[in-house]
């Protein structure tokens, strides 16, 4: 009986090479047992973690290993196997590091997605997380990833940074609104599944002080459906959770499929495509703000330095604290209840040094970091207030001015439960 993962391989060689999901799926049930595979086809139907193994441990450890899952996601099924539930998974993948036998593993999205763009159905967009760069290798400018993606048959690459360009400018201008005097603060809102998923499922009382923003990923997505109606998405990036987050039921129509960067590193190997050997497809149209939201304190970085621009007189400024991995933002947010903290604006990241330490980056989170560094530098704009792109593409969406991204716009806005 081959492996989960050979049967994985072997359906991955097929979709690399054109098969389309009926192909795909005719293969899985010819030759392999169908259910413990429906998943590779069918991956929106399960939670972003997968179980493909019985569990070996005592029946105390097992109770013990489904109560450790901060979000309640893990119980036992009638075997006796802690599988995650889909509607309470969120894909922090704390689970898959404890799993001492393995069998709990990161779900992947490529059969599914691979098949989207080589049924030529729609143009299919890649839209990449601002953590990538370098992450194929040092070689890999974004002009040879969107080469790469191109040669894959995807219509083209949109960097999310763009996106995050807009959700500082909004988050600035909620700051300016909102933060009056000395006891006021804000929680961001726009960037870490996890974090958020924290605030909504453990800590509720706090959402007042988060303002309603979709992720740049959502945004991006969104943008990309509203301009070419017809188009499909797929995000790609070094978090799990992302998977998870686009499946959320107020935001399912931004995004269809989630790659890790090391789903699309296999792609690339099985397809035979050198990234670092394509031309340049080149198109900077990010400012520094967007792209550091790829590492700790980017996020609070980018809002104080856009609040700066806009309003610079500004009496009470932003005074920003982090929190770096999930045991941080929970000691961060029980300070704040306790009145322990004296920041305004709260960063929370659920994965140690930001996007660039998620469970599925390629580099080493300082390494990772250090590149997000310099490619911020590298920007043509230090702000979004100073980024045409974004004047330009909020006005192709609606937005007559920067200030009428408060308005309860369904773009970009989000109303948490």
Same mark, same amino acid.
Request: net charge positive.
């Given at each position: 009986m081959p492996t989960f993962n050979e049967i994985?391989?072997?359906?991955m060689n097929a979709a690399v090479h054109n098969a389309t999901k009926e192909e795909l799926e005719k293969i899985r049930k010819s030759d392999f047992d169908a259910r413990p595979l429906d998943c590779l086809l069918h991956p929106d139907q399960y939670a972003p973690v997968w179980r493909i193994g019985e569990c070996s441990c005592s029946d105390e450890e097992k109770a013990n290993c489904a109560g450790k899952c901060l979000f309640d996601a893990l119980k036992l099924d009638e075997h006796g196997n802690a599988t995650p539930t889909p509607d309470l998974c969120v894909g922090c993948a704390a689970c898959v590091d404890r799993c001492k036998a393995k069998h709990l593993i990161a779900s992947k999205d490529v059969l599914p997605a691979? &098949?989207? =763009?080589n049924s030529g159905e729609a143009p299919v967009y890649a839209i990449i997380a601002p953590a990538f760069i370098s992450q194929?290798? $040092?070689?890999v400018t974004p002009g040879k990833l969107r080469s790469a993606f191109k040669q894959l048959g995807f219509a083209g690459m949109v960097e999310v940074?763009?996106? &995050?360009?807009?959700?500082?400018l909004k988050e600035a201008l909620e700051f300016d609104r909102n933060i009056l005097t000395d $006891?006021?603060?804000?929680?961001?809102?726009c960037c870490c599944p996890i974090w958020i998923a924290m605030? +909504?499922?453990?800590?509720h009382n706090l959402l007042p002080h988060v303002p309603g923003a979709v992720s740049p990923m959502v945004a991006c997505g969104r943008t990309i459906k509203q301009l070419e109606p017809e188009a499909k998405v797929i995000f790609i990036g070094p978090c799990l959770a992302k998977k998870a987050e686009a499946r959320e039921p107020d935001v399912k129509d931004a995004v269809d499929y989630v790659l890790t960067f090391e789903e699309v590193r296999q792609i690339f190997d099985f397809a035979g495509i050198r990234p670092e050997a394509l031309p340049d497809d080149d198109r900077e149209h990010?400012? +520094? %703000?967007? #792209?550091?939201? %790829?590492?700790?304190?980017? =996020?609070?970085? %980018? =809002?104080?330095?856009? =609040? @700066?621009?806009?309003?610079?007189? #500004?009496?009470?400024? /932003? @005074? %920003?604290?982090? &929190?770096?991995? /999930?045991?941080s933002c929970k000691a961060m947010l029980n300070d704040l209840k306790e009145g322990k903290v004296k920041a305004n604006f709260l960063e929370g990241m659920g994965c140690v040094g930001g996007c660039v330490g998620g469970p599925k980056a390629i580099l080493d989170r300082e390494l990772g970091r250090e590149h997000v560094n310099v490619y911020g530098d590298e920007a043509p704009y230090p702000t979004p207030i100073d980024n045409p792109y974004v004047i330009e593409l909020l006005h192709r969406l609606g937005f007559d001015t920067v200030e009428s991204l408060l308005e309860k716009s369904d773009l970009f806005t989000r109303r948490f439960d």
């Open positions: 994985y391989l072997r359906l691979l &098949a989207m =763009v194929f290798s $040092e070689k940074a763009l996106f &995050a360009d807009i959700l500082t $006891e006021d603060y804000q929680l961001t809102s605030i +909504r499922k453990v800590y990010s400012s +520094r %703000a967007g #792209r550091i939201y %790829a590492r700790t304190g980017g =996020v609070s970085e %980018a =809002v104080q330095s856009t =609040v @700066k621009r806009l309003n610079p007189g #500004r009496p009470i400024p /932003v @005074k %920003a604290q982090q &929190a770096n991995g /999930v045991p």
